[in-house]
């Protein structure tokens, strides 16, 4: 039993690359060793590419969506739900809506053998330097230099009545 559902899983994860490669040629490119554990979702504009380093993970859930450029280096892997936008709507004009004014893109790169956890959001124009571990549920907002941990510092408290 344990070979077939290895055999289906292996035979899915083609699927979806191929099925990528198909429809997005080169804006999305899936380097040797990308593996996935299920659905992931890529928007990708006209101008725009994705790129996965060589052995990366991605786990269910993943979803980017750019209209510049999203990197992810070498030996990273991705916790489930894990969101990547390069861009954020444009807003300042209150006369007209915002759906309509556009958008501003900035790169996002996540350097060779990083760890994002899972419900991780990273915002346009992030760069996360290599060897650097994203804790669950962070809003990542700003750059995160090399050999960094980051955590979201929530505390639980419990009472009891």
């Known amino acids: 039993m344990f070979f077939f559902n290895r055999l289906n899983m292996t035979l899915r994860r083609w699927l979806l690359i191929g099925y990528y490669k198909f429809i997005f040629g080169k804006k999305v490119i899936f380097k040797r060793g990308f593996r996935s554990r299920g659905c992931f979702s890529l928007f990708v ?17 993943l979803s980017i969506s750019a209209n510049k450029s999203v990197i992810i280096g070498d030996n990273s892997i991705l916790g489930e739900n894990v969101k990547i936008y390069d861009q954020n709507h444009r807003f300042r004009n209150k006369k007209v809506t915002i759906s309509k004014q556009g958008f501003n893109t900035s790169e996002v790169s996540i350097g060779e053998n990083c760890w994002i956890g899972s419900n991780v959001t990273i915002l346009k124009g992030v760069h996360i330097g290599n060897n650097s571990i994203v804790g669950a549920n962070c809003l990542i907002y700003k750059d995160i230099p090399e050999n960094s941990i980051v955590k979201l510092h929530e505390e639980l408290t419990i009472t009891t009545y």
């Open 45 to 61: 504009t006209d101008k725009a590419q994705i790129v996965f380093g060589k052995n990366v993970f991605v786990n269910n859930g």
